[in-house]
């Protein structure tokens, strides 16, 4: 049983990856490695034709540049190589995002993840860097969106930290799933995950907003985030760069929203914002 090895390029990384990731899932595909520039992805050779790839339609998206190679390999240990690749990360030197299979280390945060076919472990930018924000904050009895969650390490983080309830809300369905289980394995009780966009949000408020999504889906939903946002109410927005942060400015000032401050790492962008 022999796999085939599709090494992509993407740039830019987000949201093309996650986008990508989807499309290749619903294929045939069934493992994936994200990397520094792309993914990886594998799929059993005898589930594999050559115009497969005619059914990624993000291959065909102007919006992104996405080259690949591909090569055979024999059949791995896939927990082997997923265990080999994924590291515990910490934060803050307080916050540790590790696996099942990590052992705990001693910071005073311990948020155990297993990702799947999501994202947000915490070692892209975006993750790491919303973390820091949850860990300067006070969160202690707030009620917290997280919006777009992949695998709710920030909603998990939040709970932690004293929130509560909190909504964790991602439109993709491996997300939502996996989102249950993470919560459930790092026993928060005050984590409703849910599937859906933000049309979900009608006559809700909440004291604060994480969304870590990307530039367009945050620029389109702007109004909405913060009509969802109680008085002196805090959003932290990331999944841009930091060419595009004057932009998502721009737009918060339209809504109502004051800039704080921001992080950047490796050029990603995560910025708070207070509701006037």
Same mark, same amino acid.
């Given at each position: 049983?022999? =796999?085939?090895?599709? %090494?992509?390029?993407?740039?830019?990384?987000?949201?093309?990856?996650?986008?990508?990731?989807?499309?290749?899932?619903?294929?045939?595909?069934?493992?994936?490695?994200?990397?520094?520039?792309?993914?990886?992805? =594998?799929?059993?050779?005898?589930?594999?034709?050559?115009?497969?790839?005619? =059914?990624?339609?993000?291959?065909?998206?102007?919006?992104?540049?996405?080259?690949?190679?591909?090569?055979?390999?024999?059949?791995?240990?896939?927990?082997?190589?997923?265990?080999?690749? #994924?590291?515990?990360?910490?934060?803050? !030197?307080?916050?540790?995002?590790?696996?099942? #299979?990590?052992?705990?280390?001693?910071?005073?945060?311990?948020?155990?993840?297993?990702?799947?076919?999501?994202?947000?472990?915490?070692?892209?930018?975006?993750?790491?860097?919303?973390?820091?924000?949850?860990?300067?904050?006070?969160?202690?009895?707030?009620?917290?969106?997280?919006?777009?969650?992949?695998?709710?390490?920030?909603?998990?983080?939040?709970?932690?930290?004293?929130?509560?309830?909190?909504?964790?809300?991602?439109?993709?369905?491996? &997300?939502?799933?996996?989102?249950?289980?993470?919560?459930?394995?790092?026993? &928060?009780?005050?984590?409703?995950?849910?599937?859906?966009?933000?049309?979900?949000?009608?006559?809700?408020?909440?004291?604060?907003?994480?969304? %870590?999504?990307?530039?367009?889906?945050?620029?389109?939903?702007?109004?909405?985030?913060?009509?969802?946002?109680?008085?002196?109410?805090?959003?932290?927005?990331?999944? #841009?760069?930091?060419?595009?942060? !004057?932009?998502?400015?721009?737009? &918060?000032?339209?809504?109502?929203?004051?800039?704080?401050?921001?992080?950047?790492?490796?050029?990603?962008?995560?910025?708070?914002?207070?509701?006037?």
């Amino acid at each position: 049983m022999n =796999y085939i090895e599709f %090494n992509f390029k993407v740039t830019p990384l987000q949201p093309a990856s996650d986008i990508l990731l989807a499309e290749l899932g619903e294929l045939g595909f069934d493992s994936f490695v994200e990397t520094e520039d792309g993914l990886q992805a =594998y799929i059993l050779e005898e589930y594999y034709k050559e115009d497969l790839l005619k =059914y990624v339609f993000v291959l065909n998206n102007p919006e992104f540049e996405i080259t690949y190679n591909t090569k055979t390999i024999e059949q791995v240990n896939w927990n082997a190589e997923w265990e080999k690749n #994924f590291t515990p990360i910490v934060v803050s !030197d307080n916050c540790r995002v590790r696996a099942p #299979f990590h052992d705990k280390g001693n910071e005073e945060y311990d948020i155990i993840i297993e990702p799947k076919m999501s994202f947000g472990t915490g070692h892209h930018a975006t993750t790491h860097m919303m973390i820091q924000h949850i860990l300067k904050d006070d969160f202690i009895g707030k009620k917290v969106l997280d919006m777009g969650c992949g695998t709710a390490v920030l909603a998990i983080l939040a709970e932690m930290r004293g929130a509560g309830p909190l909504d964790a809300i991602d439109i993709d369905e491996w &997300c939502y799933l996996n989102s249950i289980e993470n919560a459930e394995r790092n026993n &928060c009780t005050k984590i409703t995950v849910e599937q859906g966009d933000a049309s979900l949000l009608s006559n809700r408020k909440y004291d604060i907003i994480i969304a %870590n999504i990307n530039r367009n889906i945050l620029l389109n939903d702007m109004k909405t985030y913060a009509n969802c946002l109680s008085k002196d109410g805090i959003i932290y927005l990331s999944g #841009f760069y930091d060419e595009d942060l !004057d932009l998502i400015k721009s737009e &918060c000032t339209n809504q109502g929203l004051t800039y704080v401050n921001h992080y950047i790492k490796d050029q990603w962008v995560a910025a708070k914002f207070i509701k006037d």
